[in-house]
């Protein structure tokens, strides 16, 4: 399976993706230190954005919060992956930066999708914070 990992990174689609590596018995360590999985994390995220697209929510600080501490969550992953993500880069066997750095992103892709979905997810709270002002 393929993701495209344009700028305009779709939740659905990354959130599908990672669950298919973990239905192949992938590496990914998806829990935090909370015990949150990695998956529900990103249903949350997925669910309340597309809430919030819809205009078919009762309480938008709810939402708001949830959105936040569910954006904080992924962060601790977008901190493992980044971590997992150095350890190859050092073990690599490339000769170049260039060459270690496309090959770490091969084997830890996880990385580069918390963090366009941590940014995709912010500007959407930004913009829920901006509607609570103007209530």
Partial sequence: MHLDLSNNIDIKKAYTYLSKLIDKGSKIELKDLTDKPFDIV??????????????????????HRELTANIYYLSKEQVKAHQKWNAQYYKSEEKTNAGKERECDKLVPELYMCRKIIETAKGVSIAMGYEIKLN
């Fill in 42 to 63: 990103l249903s949350r995220i997925y669910d309340i954005i597309e809430t919030y697209e819809s205009g078919a929510f009762k309480d938008l600080y709810v939402m």
